[in-house]
């Protein structure tokens, strides 16, 4: 089992920068896929980023590829989400997530067990 609890979200302007943190306690966490999520009020929650339990690997969501980074630190069981170029339409509440035992993050928040509590970011035009 693992818990998780994010960091780093704020307002910004349209084309600033904030940096996401997901902090993981518990065992294994090198053998946990890894997702960020959004969601605004009234919808489900959107995949944003993806990485393996490797770190090798990275998915983005199309309306983020290019801006976004995900990226992990195993050794400080870490993971965080580097956005730039942000925009009005970034604006949601992001959750990371974590699977054990899978190899490729999947895409669909129904197949993930742990969630952090969401971090808020605000994006003004």
């Known amino acids: 089992q693992v818990r998780l609890v994010e960091s780093g979200g704020g307002s910004v302007q349209a084309g600033g920068s904030l940096r996401l943190s997901c902090a993981a306690s518990g065992r294994d966490f090198s053998s946990y896929a890894m997702g960020w999520f959004r969601q605004v009020p009234g919808k489900e929650r959107d995949f944003v980023a993806g990485?393996?339990?490797?770190?090798?690997?990275?998915y983005y969501a199309d309306s983020v590829k290019g801006r976004f980074t995900i990226s992990r630190d195993n050794a400080k069981n870490m993971v965080y989400l580097q956005m730039n170029s942000l925009k009005p339409e970034d604006t949601a509440v992001y959750y990371c997530a974590a699977r054990a035992n899978i190899y490729t993050p999947p895409r669909d928040q129904n197949e993930y067990p742990y969630w952090g509590q969401g971090t808020q970011v605000t994006v003004s035009s």
């Open positions: 990485i393996t339990w490797t770190g090798s690997s990275t």
